[in-house]
């Protein structure tokens, strides 16, 4: 089944079908619903205005064709990150939420990924910041931290196809201070 990709390459349109090479984003994640979005208000580190930054999580998830996680385990889920290719509908999820959410080179990365950006300055809030230091938007490290995270259910009732990576370690301690409601 062909599903319509954003995305800052020409690539497969499918997962099955995802070509490998030089030219071509590496659509590598499978998400099983429910997918989750999260969101969270944080800094930019530049100019220090305050914006609402974006993420997606999931229960279960396959890399590469190795199945992780459990749809029905509901108690934890690994984050994506570093999204370069995703459905145009989860594209316009994460804009709904954040507009300024969009394709960025990074330096740090040496590529483009899909990234929180700042609406007043115009830079790029990286994922490390967001989701791997503690503190960052995804990366609470107090209870208040967690709580203050809103999680939503999308409706997406089939596998979502991205091209990204994915940390685990935190959602279940978001997951249990966060309200997670279902998106409208």
Known sequence: MAIPLASNQNVGMNYDDADEGDDQAEVNLRLFPPLLLLSATTSCWHCKAAFTAVALGAHAIEDDGEAM?????????????????????????????NPSYRLQHSNTVGGSYYANTCPECDRLTGDFFLHAQP??????????????????????????????????????????HAAVVDAP
């Open 69 to 97: 996680g459990e749809v029905t385990e509901t108690d934890d889920m690994f984050i994506i990150r570093e999204l370069d290719v995703m459905p145009e509908a989860l594209l316009a999820e994460l804009t709904a939420r």
């Open 135 to 176: 503190g960052g938007a995804f990366f609470p490290t107090s209870t208040a931290e967690a709580a203050a995270i809103k999680v939503e259910r999308l409706r997406f009732s089939e596998p979502v196809i991205v091209g990204g990576s994915w940390g685990y370690g935190t959602g279940d301690f978001i997951l249990a």
